[in-house]
């Protein structure tokens, strides 16, 4: 049972390059959606949100879109750095209640390469 | 920044014995939570805690496993009779409120049952 799907377990990308990572889902109570970067060893780091109203949000060099109607959205990192090397996992939470578990897709290993 | 902190960082246990990973949420936080990661699957939830109570759990969170705050600070998981099944990372996060706020995870423990 996949709410939440990436599709591509990896991606390589040159250094000053876009990278776009892209995540699919299928529950539509999700309402918040949220990124997280993974170094080997360490817990997932929230990067970025977006709630169901907005279609965009930036913060710095990562734009999160929201496509609710295709149940897709994407991360944007522009210009992509070296030290962007990670796991990156997509996750979605929603529906009412104060503090609804967190579906997270399987991720995508981004490479930057100098 | 303040960030979770989770003990100890690796755990080697012998099947059949009790195991208890701790976690020192964020202080002005309010809501808990336990993931796990088992080698090469996705983050999954375990239980979430709020105001001195299990919130809700998951399917994994059987009668094996329990949740304390003991004090204003601590944040435990107990596996009381540990099965190599139950080897893994396992997370603690903790958010300012549950609804569309971001969870912030901690670097995990990592737990091998022999």
């Known amino acids: 049972d996949q709410q939440v799907k990436q599709n591509s377990p990896s991606l390589s990308v040159q250094e000053g390059r876009i990278s776009i990572l892209n995540c699919d889902y299928t529950?539509?109570?999700?309402?918040?959606f949220l990124w997280y970067k993974k170094y080997p060893a360490e817990g997932p780091t929230f990067l970025i949100s977006?709630?169901?109203?907005?279609d965009k949000n930036e913060d710095g060099r990562f734009t999160v879109f929201l496509n609710k109607s295709a149940k897709h959205l994407s991360l944007h990192i522009v210009p992509s750095q070296p030290g962007d090397s990670a796991v990156y996992f997509c996750?979605?939470?929603?529906?009412?209640?104060?503090?609804?578990?967190?579906?997270f897709g399987k991720g995508t290993r981004l490479s930057v390469i100098a | 920044e303040p960030e979770v902190t989770q003990t100890p960082s690796h755990q080697v246990t012998q099947m059949g014995q009790e195991v208890i990973l701790r976690c020192v949420p964020i202080?002005?936080?309010?809501?808990f939570y336990w993931y796990r990661q088992i080698l090469g699957q996705k983050v999954e939830f375990l239980v979430s805690?709020?105001?001195?109570?299990?919130?809700?759990k998951s399917e994994i969170f059987d009668d094996q496993f329990s949740v304390e705050r003991p004090d204003g600070s601590n944040f435990t998981l107990k596996i009381r009779s540990t099965k190599l099944e139950d080897s893994a990372m396992y997370f603690c996060?903790?958010?300012?409120?549950?609804?569309?706020?971001?969870?912030?995870f901690g670097d995990g423990t990592r737990l091998s049952i022999l």
């Open positions: 805690f709020y105001n001195n109570e299990i919130s809700e």
């Open positions: 529950n539509s109570m999700f309402d918040y």
């Open positions: 977006i709630s169901s109203i907005k």
């Open positions: 996060a903790s958010s300012v409120q549950g609804a569309r706020q971001p969870q912030h």
């Open positions: 202080s002005n936080h309010l809501y």
């Open positions: 996750a979605a939470n929603g529906g009412y209640g104060g503090n609804t578990p967190l579906v």
